[in-house]
């Protein structure tokens, strides 16, 4: 740099090392806002979504069948993330017990919503021990409202929030943030 360069620097109101300490402050400063924005978004809430052709449901065993369960679960989150995809359904039995936040930890509430007589009948329950044999997904139930049919078609049951980890930290949160890709197998 020849000694009018800096002089054109220095008269404009900036020295180089002036210019390079704002440069460092500003790259400082994206980021900080690029880690706050990667702590707002270690987490998100998603619910889920299961349908069958039908469900069947053991009053003695408290065990709620779906029959031909659909092999996709969906999931989707709210704003912001707005996070929108699905799963296999087997994928999501052994997901149940993943993190620390895990279904297996707390159990979800869920809406069980079956169309009948032109009409729709919903069961609010508390899901336990997801197990899927062949088309069929067994939960073992705590019924909180409604009252639960013997038998019902077309059912879709909708899940409540589980929080789940997008960070890379774990591999269970690894695993997660693919689903913020759409598709998992």
Known sequence: MSPTD???TESAGATRREVLAGGAGLAGALLAARAAAAQDEANADF????TA?????????????????SPVT???????????GNMHTAAFVPFWSEGSDSFLSDPPNADLSILENDGL???????????????????TVEIIEGEMP????????????????????????????????????
């Open 47 to 50: 619910l889920f979504v299961q």
């Open 6 to 8: 800096t002089d054109a």
């Open 74 to 84: 969906l999931f989707f989150s709210d704003r912001p993330e707005r996070i929108a």
């Open 150 to 185: 013997v038998l019902g078609e077309n059912p879709s049951i909708f899940i409540d929030v589980v929080g789940m980890p997008l960070t890379p930290v774990s591999v269970a949160g690894v695993r997660r943030r693919a689903y913020r890709r759409a598709v998992i197998r």
């Open 121 to 139: 009948h919903q069961v609010v329950v508390v899901l336990h021990d997801p197990v899927l044999e062949g088309e069929d997904l067994h939960y």
């Open 53 to 69: 052709k039908t469900m069947a449901y053991d009053a003695d065993q408290n065990r709620l069948t779906l029959s031909g369960v």
